[in-house]
């Protein structure tokens, strides 16, 4: 009797203990479930974000590219049109100078297109120029002072090697700043200071135009100042400040502060 009542037990326990474990094992393949759902998801938001980030720089490299490239085109041909009955020799030269910024303009695109569709067998196009940087900073502010707006700069500070990042970062910051002043400013003057300060690059772009204090509106901004919320992005990327901003006595300032990796 006593032996009858022990194996009993002793087969309740083990069938407790094997509904246990059943049940912990459907549990721990939920949760493995779960997981993996989880991490599908993760994977896809992860990927979106991806995507989104790539669409948001090569928006703002197709901007910088178009719209600086665009703008000299537009206001060399206007001089063109303006003078060609009676200057014909000045009306060549700007037309010469549209010619150049529509061919700068393809070059820059397909360099661009380059990049994003290599070619199919893994290798890299031979014939892609490098990307913009403050050494091709003097051909930038020759276009903008042909095209009718004369220009200052200054250099302080000891220059340095700088990662091609915020290289071309400072470089596409003065070209969106001077195209701006270009289109909207008064014609009169704009002024580059590029100062490398310690662990520091700062940039500032200054123009004349409409003052607030007399009233004047300066025009409005006709791509919406996509160009200025790319600055912003670009810079960010780095851990820099970007600010931009009516000036008071007229005009516009553009400033932008990029960290650099200490020595």
């Excluded at 091709?136 to 091609?164: C, H, K, Y």
């Excluded at 690059?201 to 919320?229: A, H, M, Y």
């Amino acid at each position: 009797m006593v032996a009858w009542m022990i194996a009993a037990v002793a087969v309740l326990i083990a069938a407790v203990c094997a509904l246990r474990l059943v049940r912990v094992r459907r549990a721990h393949a939920a949760a493995i479930g779960e997981r993996g759902w989880l991490l599908e998801r993760e994977r896809e938001a992860a990927a979106r974000t991806a995507v989104d980030a790539e669409r948001a720089r090569i928006a703002r490299e197709l901007h910088d590219i178009v719209s600086h490239n665009v703008s000299l085109m537009v206001v060399q041909a206007g001089a063109a049109r303006q003078v060609v009955a009676t200057q014909p020799d000045e009306a060549t030269e700007a037309l010469l100078a549209v010619e150049t910024a529509g061919r700068d303009t393809m070059t820059e695109l397909r360099n661009l297109l380059g990049v994003l569709a290599p070619p199919a067998d893994g290798s890299e196009p031979d014939d892609l120029a490098p990307q913009p940087s403050l050494a091709e900073l003097s051909t930038l502010i020759d276009r903008i002072a042909f095209a009718g707006l004369p220009v200052e700069v200054r250099i302080s500070g000891d220059p340095v090697p700088l990662p091609s990042g915020v290289d071309m970062t400072a470089y596409r910051i003065v070209q969106e700043a001077l195209t701006n002043a270009l289109k909207h400013g008064d014609g009169r003057k704009a002024e580059v200071t590029v100062r490398y300060a310690e662990h520091q690059l700062r940039i500032e772009v200054l123009n004349t135009g409409p003052s607030v204090l007399s009233g004047d509106r300066p025009p409005p901004v006709k791509d919406g100042g996509r160009g200025l919320f790319g600055l912003r992005q670009r810079v960010a990327v780095f851990g820099g400040d970007f600010d931009a901003r009516p000036r008071l006595g007229g005009g516009f300032r553009v400033r932008a502060k990029i960290p650099l990796e200490k020595p």
